[in-house]
Each structure stands twice: as structure tokens, then as C-alpha cells.
Nanobody, 115 residues
Framework: QVQLVESGGGLVQPGGSLRLSCVVS????????LGWYRQAPGKQRELVAR???????NYADSVKGRFTLSRNNAKNTVYLQMNSLKPEDTAYYYC?????????WGRGTQVTVSS
């Protein structure tokens, strides 16, 4: 059974940092494109960052220069390093893994940026 388990969320002050982790229990992990999405209350879910199986990354304009996505294929894990956090980054963050017709989502972790 495929599982994606996120961790690392929490409450942080503006300007602070958090690192989200997502362990993906799936075969052929290295073949998957991995991503982080977020959804704030009353807003649509949006892509934050994504990395292909080849290692190419893309980011939402709102997080470029502040967030860094990375993957560790040996640990079946994807990370999202979030620096210079802003109140508008407050949202529920979801990890995703996709390959061919397979598309999996984690249950998410809450990130709250507030003083």
C-alpha cells in the first residue's frame, strides 16, 4: 500500500524557517516526479514546487528564492526547505508523487506563520 507521510510543519514566526519532509513508501521511487502543494483557508490548492525524476525543479513565483525542494532517492524522501517565511505562506502543505498513471497524495501538514 502506497503511503506518503509528511512531517515538519508547525508554527513559526515571520522570517523563520521550516523543513518539511515526506517519506514515500512506493516501489521505483526514483521514477516519480515529486511535489509539494499547499492550500490556505478559502483558497484553491496551488503548486509550490516540483521535481522531476531527472532532478529538474520548478517553483511557484511566490516562493522562488525562499524555498528549496530536494529529493533523496536512497531514503525515498522529498524535502521542502522553507526560509524567510511570510504570513501568506500559512497553509496546509501536501506531498505528491506521480509516475505514469500513478498519482499519490499525502494527508498534509499544517504550516502557520504568525507572530
Amino acid at each position: 500500500q502506497v503511503q506518503l507521510v509528511e512531517s515538519g510543519g508547525g508554527l513559526v514566526q515571520p522570517g523563520g524557517s521550516l523543513r518539511l519532509s515526506c517519506v514515500v513508501s512506493v516501489s521505483f521511487f526514483s521514477r516519480y516526479a515529486l511535489g509539494w502543494y499547499r492550500q490556505a483557508p478559502g483558497k484553491q490548492r496551488e503548486l509550490v514546487a516540483r521535481v522531476t525524476s531527472g532532478g529538474s525543479t520548478n517553483y511557484a513565483d511566490s516562493v522562488k528564492g525562499r524555498f528549496t525542494l530536494s529529493r533523496n532517492n536512497a531514503k525515498n524522501t522529498v524535502y521542502l526547505q522553507m526560509n524567510s517565511l511570510k504570513p501568506e505562506d500559512t497553509a496546509y502543505y501536501y506531498c505528491t508523487a506521480a509516475w505514469k498513471s500513478y498519482d499519490y497524495w499525502g494527508r498534509g501538514t499544517q504550516v502557520t506563520v504568525s507572530s
